[in-house]
């Protein structure tokens, strides 16, 4: 049994924070993507979510952000499964307690999100994180939160700009996506801000297979987007624009000035990388993060 706690466990207070800033309801994908996992077999954890990152399983990091954040009301988890949250006491306890709302995650990611979001009221907008995102911090948090509600727009996905990332984490494998404007990592933040939004859910159910194959999902918007992409003559703006009028919804990015946004745990050498920076006792220290000198 895992005895430890979220910490901190804060109870959460929907009608809280800032009143000219809307509370996000957050969701945390926690669900696994198949049966058999390297890193479940490397650690010897029960799923994903609980691997231990500086003795702190990752879902436990995940939350203690959230609930450090002005911008978060009430948090949701889609998974893990019923036997992984009963192998650890703590998050049981919450679920029991009804400090966090769970519910079984669905066969992917991306259908858990679906779900979820047509199971939501229209009232407040909603963050979509994931479990694996172990340097995720309260600061990047309301970042990207108050950035998102400024922006005026559906759909946001959270980007860190690869030069930044690639800097702080050199032996990092990201997938990059590269622009003429610049290049960026996703940072696994994604903000649904209108009930129109979340249409989007249903497209990113159709990509998710492509998710780290940026030609295969640019190839939507017509051969001539794929050559411009290829180019290097596609800007980033230019393949939002595109994409919106596809879907028919406003879509943005946020670009986040914070390497350790990009950083999630998805193959064996991610865990032992993010171990090996988790070690050093700053990853989250916001004065510490990394930034882009031309932000403020």
């Known amino acids: 049994m895992d005895n430890h706690p979220s910490d901190p466990l804060k109870a959460q207070d929907p009608t809280a924070g800032p009143a000219a800033s809307p509370r996000f309801t957050c969701v945390i994908l926690a669900g696994e993507r198949s049966r058999r996992d390297a890193l479940?077999?490397?650690?010897?954890?029960?799923?994903?979510?609980l691997l231990r990152i500086s003795s702190v399983p990752m879902i436990h990091r995940v939350i203690s952000a959230l609930r450090g954040a002005d911008s978060v009301g009430s948090i949701r988890l889609s998974?893990?499964?019923?036997?992984?949250?009963q192998s650890d006491a703590g998050l049981a306890r919450e679920i029991d307690q009804q400090?966090?709302?769970?519910?079984?995650?669905?066969?992917?990611?991306?259908?858990?999100?679906?779900?979820?979001?047509?199971?939501?009221?229209?009232?407040n907008p909603v963050l979509i994180t994931t479990a694996d995102h172990p340097l995720l911090t309260s600061e990047i948090v309301d970042r990207f939160c108050r950035d998102s509600v400024a922006a005026q727009c559906d759909v946001l996905v959270g980007l860190a700009p690869y030069e930044l990332v690639k800097s702080r984490y050199p032996d990092l494998k990201k997938t990059v996506l590269r622009f003429r404007d610049g290049n960026?990592?996703?940072?696994?933040?994604f903000a649904f801000m209108t009930p129109e939004g979340r249409r989007a859910a249903?497209?990113?159910r159709r990509i998710e297979n492509q998710r780290k194959k940026p030609l295969?999902?640019?190839g939507l918007l017509g051969w001539w987007a794929v050559i411009r992409?290829?180019?290097?003559?596609l800007t980033l703006d230019a393949a939002l624009s595109r994409l919106s009028r596809h879907l028919?919804?406003?879509?943005g990015a946020v670009i986040l000035p914070y390497a350790n946004a990009a950083v999630d745990v998805d193959s064996v050498a991610d865990y032992d990388l993010v171990q090996r920076y988790a070690g050093t006792g700053t990853e989250m220290d916001p004065n510490g993060e990394q930034r882009l000198a031309s932000q403020p």
């Open 40 to 49: 479940r077999e490397h650690s010897g954890v029960a799923c994903r979510a």
């Open 216 to 218: 295969l999902v640019i």
């Open 79 to 85: 998974g893990p499964d019923s036997g992984c949250v």
């Open 99 to 123: 400090r966090l709302a769970w519910s079984p995650p669905e066969a992917s990611p991306s259908t858990s999100a679906y779900r979820m979001l047509s199971e939501m009221p229209d009232a």
């Open 229 to 233: 992409y290829r180019l290097g003559l």
């Open 248 to 251: 028919g919804l406003r879509l």
């Open 184 to 189: 960026y990592c996703g940072c696994n933040l």
């Open 202 to 204: 249903d497209f990113w």
